[in-house]
């Protein structure tokens, strides 16, 4: 299973929301689209997932066109929007049973059987009978997660998946998603919470003002992105420290914290070594030197700029 993105193009008027964006998503793996508001990630998913058409492009599911046959596409794919729709008069149990109804799931004890697992595994089983207008945020995504899977998909496409949810459920919910990406499912997923994708996502796809800036591996788009950065603990005075370190060819910028000097190097983690060393022989008595990983916070602040198209 793949799904590709082919030179997907949608506007508003003369904004760009969607411009000639490419990528390809893999089974089990779980991608994150990220890009500072207003880039145009709902967009480019509410296409991918049948809702709106491109101006120009298209999504392949699985080799089949998304533009020309969205009916099949509809039963590959799973969609979580930003927020769930409002039925006063449905309790979660009924909004499931008829989502499940929807997408040709007739038998009644199948369908039952399927809504009860859905429930048991987004974990709404306590309050399947509850009305969907007294539900709290974390509820209403907990549920629009299940209504996402019910006709288990092979491609799930999920809008800001983890908004208000606690602590607890969004470690629940990144323990659903990796459930599902060892089952072979695509997941694709937009946040605002860097931190927690970095921690789930083998891919990221990295857009802004409409346009794709960066897609691939995690891994490999931070060796591209790299800034090492160190932090040097000493029992020497630290203005000092920082004073020396800046006179290194290998040091692009020192400066001294409360507990310590933050220091970026230029080159390899190889030129560690050679500072540490040449901080020994001047006579700093060093107790530790830490490097400090480059995260998908920090990649994506190195890449966009926080333009709005």
Do not use: W
């Not at 400090?292 to 966009?304: G, Q």
Request: proline content about 4%; hydrophobic content about 45%.
């Amino acid at each position: 299973m793949e799904v590709k993105v082919v030179n997907l193009k949608k506007y508003f008027k003369k904004t760009k929301a969607v411009d000639d964006i490419s990528f390809d998503l893999l089974s089990g793996q779980i991608t994150a689209f990220v890009g500072p508001n207003g880039a145009g990630k709902t967009t480019a998913m509410r296409i991918m997932a049948t809702i709106d058409e491109p101006d120009q492009g298209d999504v392949l599911i699985d080799g089949i066109s998304a533009i020309q046959y969205p009916e099949k596409v509809r039963k590959l794919v799973g969609f979580m929007p930003d927020f769930l729709p409002t039925h006063p008069d449905m309790t979660v149990d009924d909004y499931l049973d008829f989502f499940a109804r929807a997408f040709g799931i007739r038998d009644y004890e199948k369908r039952k059987k399927i809504v009860r697992q859905t429930e048991e595994f987004t974990n709404l089983i306590t309050i399947k009978d509850k009305f969907l207008k007294a539900l709290s945020k974390g509820m209403k995504q907990r549920v629009s997660l299940a209504r996402a899977i019910i006709h288990d998909p092979p491609v799930l496409i999920l809008d800001e998946p983890a908004a208000g949810l606690d602590p607890r459920a969004r470690v629940e919910l990144r323990e659903s998603l990796k459930a599902l990406a060892k089952k072979g499912k695509i997941i694709f997923v937009s946040s605002h919470i860097l931190s927690e994708l970095a921690e789930i996502c083998d891919t990221v796809v990295i857009i802004e003002k409409g346009k794709l800036l960066k897609a691939g591996g995690i891994q490999q788009i931070s060796r591209e992105n790299m800034h090492l950065s160190v932090m040097i603990r000493s029992t020497s005075d630290l203005q000092k420290l920082a004073q020396a370190l800046q006179k290194m060819p290998q040091i692009k910028d020192a400066k001294v914290m409360p507990n310590c000097v933050a220091a970026e190097i230029k080159g390899s983690e190889a030129e560690s070594g050679k500072i540490l060393a040449a901080l020994v022989k001047d006579g700093f008595e060093i107790i530790e030197i830490k490097h400090v990983k480059t995260s998908l916070e920090d990649i994506f602040m190195n890449i966009t700029k926080g333009e709005l198209a």
